[in-house]
């Protein structure tokens, strides 16, 4: 074989092999209910969402928060402390009940010092400018979708 045919084929595989490495995202043909603190826009420094995607390649629970939308993914635990609802665990620990109550999700931790109300949040154009967001779902569904996903 010629130093040509060799190196190709090398590359090849190696192109092969990457493609292999990248496993399907959560993010890919899944949908999302958006959450966020009422009265807090994306250039508040008081901004809070939470973002609960599910899909055919998993479940994913993102908080972002403050001006420059710090992104932190979090870990659903199960049932929440008084059996209600479900709870998540921050990378450090931190452990947030989420309880769904009418349309919108009461978040609190587990020593009292966090309670606060996140409602639907419109991801789409304002005004005419903007995209629109594809795997949102609707307010009319986002609570349900919150607790077939994320709750059974």
């Known amino acids: 074989m010629t130093t040509a045919r060799v190196l190709a084929g090398l590359l090849a595989m190696a192109g092969v092999a ?4 990248r496993a399907p ?3 890919t043909d899944g949908k999302v209910a958006n959450f966020a603190l009422p009265g807090h826009d ?5 901004f809070e969402s939470l ?11 993102n908080y972002e928060y403050g001006l420059k939308h710090d992104r932190v993914r979090l870990r659903n635990i199960g049932p929440g402390s008084d ?3 479900f709870a998540v665990r921050f990378p450090n620990g931190l452990v947030l009940d989420i309880v769904p109550k009418g349309d919108a999700l009461q978040v609190s931790d587990r020593k009292g010092n966090y309670s606060k109300t996140f409602q639907w949040q419109y991801d789409g154009p304002i005004d005419g400018r903007g995209t629109f967001c594809t795997p949102c779902v609707e307010e009319a569904d986002a609570i349900d979708f919150v607790r077939r996903h994320f709750m059974e």
């Open 18 to 21: 990457h493609a292999q490495d």
């Open 51 to 61: 973002s609960f995607w599910s899909g055919p390649n998993g479940k994913v629970i």
């Open 83 to 85: 059996g209600q609802g």
């Open 42 to 46: 994306y250039s508040s420094a008081g």
């Open 25 to 27: 995202s959560v993010y």
